[in-house]
């Protein structure tokens, strides 16, 4: 046992001063082996790169627990001395690198963090480390999260501007870990929390939402199949109508629904276009108001008649950009009523919010997604359709109509597409 600690404990040293030494550490990651036949260290380095040779993890870590362990409630009652909180984050970065997923070694760091024994510069680059062997890691971004809410408090506390880098770096960290691991919800997730928190301490918010629009194309278009990319994308749809500060007229969108979709001239006044979409306005709008809704419906109507339209033809049994097209029907059905201050009525809200299908209640939000499997439901209730009065009369309800009906006539037999043309049918009501 102490000829396996002393080797653990050189072992911990290595490793700790391979990060503490080298600011471009790209990654981490076990190598599997059997047995140590060759008599040397397990650690490898080579190239900004870090590796652990798998047979040693058992020792390694059962040492680091232990002695984690044993000071955890002094560290918490602070009664550990100064210079023994250095030496712990030594077992605390073994540990964590092994198995990252325990909540007690993370807020062991917080701890070092608050006290100032780590700073916090080091400690980002760490849970990048960690993020690059386990990108699922959701204690990783919570501790990075918890790191950038220290820094925004402190720069806020001293009046300073958040320089733009760290949300760049942000955003190369999560396109890392969505990279090395298919649908990883905690990386997108981490980027929805960058855009509200970092992204809304920038004057050109507007800048930054289009370049995300544009990686978020670029992302779908080679991950067809991952729910997660077009799940941020619908973020970044829903932020350009609710975000206050995006106020800039996305050209390339705009230019593409009046010169390509209507086929007119664009004469540069964008109130004319709602006005022809969506009727005359029941009240004055503001410009930035005006342009907001310009952005959104521009950006549904972009995706639906040319992103999700040509992705559909070259992969038709693909459920994510069904979906995807369910959500960009739904919410462009619906804008006429939000821009007249109308309330959404649906058969759901008639009959109290609620629906019964097999036994299930379901919500409003459920009818944007939800199908039944088989494909023989004539009997199927219309789970909602807004009244003529409300929607149908626009012109914006004609160009989806039609767009959709064209979509569903198409005869080859796919079962995502029979699925959608019952969707179309029993929940958004078109014959």
């Given amino acids: 046992m102490a000829e396996s600690n002393a080797m653990s404990s050189r072992i911990l040293r290595t490793i700790e001063s391979i990060i503490k030494n080298d600011h471009e550490l790209q990654e981490f990651t076990i190598i599997p082996t059997e047995d140590n036949t060759k008599n040397k260290s397990p650690v490898l380095y080579l190239e900004h790169n870090l590796g652990l040779e798998s047979w040693c993890i058992k020792h390694v870590y059962q040492y680091a627990c232990s002695v984690l362990f044993e000071h955890k409630l002094q560290l918490s009652r602070r009664k550990v001395p100064y210079s023994e909180m250095e030496k712990l984050n030594q077992f605390l970065i073994g540990a964590i690198l092994i198995n990252p997923d325990v909540g007690t070694f993370w807020n062991m760091k917080r701890e070092l963090v608050e006290r100032d024994v780590l700073k916090v510069e080091d ?38 501007e958040v320089p733009l880098n760290i949300l760049q770096t942000e955003f190369s960290v999560a396109d890392m870990a969505s990279l090395k691991s298919p649908n990883n919800y905690h990386s997108w997730n981490h980027r929805i929390w960058c855009m509200e928190n970092i992204g809304s301490h920038y004057n050109n918010v507007s800048h930054i939402v289009f370049s995300e629009l544009s990686y978020s194309q670029e992302w779908i278009n080679n991950h067809i199949s991952e729910h997660a990319g077009y799940h941020y994308r619908q973020y970044l749809i829903k932020l350009v109508k609710e975000h206050k500060k995006i106020v800039t007229l996305f050209e390339s969108f705009y230019n593409f629904v009046v010169k390509t979709l209507l086929n007119t001239t664009n004469d540069g006044d964008c109130g004319n276009l709602l006005t022809y979409l969506l009727g005359k306005p029941n009240r004055t709008r503001l410009l930035e108001e005006t342009c907001s809704y310009v952005n959104y419906i521009s950006i549904l109507l972009y995706d639906f008649v040319v992103l999700v339209d040509k992705l559909n033809k070259v992969f038709p049994e693909h459920e994510a950009l069904f979906s995807h097209r369910k959500f960009l029907a739904y919410h462009l059905l619906k804008v006429p009523c939000d821009y007249h201050g109308i309330e959404f009525k649906t058969k759901l809200d008639q009959d109290k919010g ?47 109509s039609n767009c959709e009906k064209n979509f569903a006539s198409q005869n080859y037999s796919v079962l995502q597409l029979a699925k959608y043309r019952k969707w179309l049918a029993h929940v958004v009501g078109f014959e």
């Fill in 354 to 400: 609620l629906h019964v299908i097999d036994g299930k209640n379901i919500t409003e939000s459920d009818a944007v997604i939800n199908v039944k499997s088989d494909c023989e439901s004539d009997r199927w209730p219309k789970l909602f359709k807004v009244s003529p009065s409300k929607s149908e009369i626009y012109n914006l309800y004609g160009i989806v």
């Fill in 123 to 160: 400690e980002l680059n760490f849970s990048k480390i960690v993020l690059s062997h386990k990108s699922k890691s959701n204690e990783a971004f919570a501790y990075r999260r918890w790191l950038l809410s220290r820094v925004l408090d402190k720069m806020a506390t001293n009046n300073l």
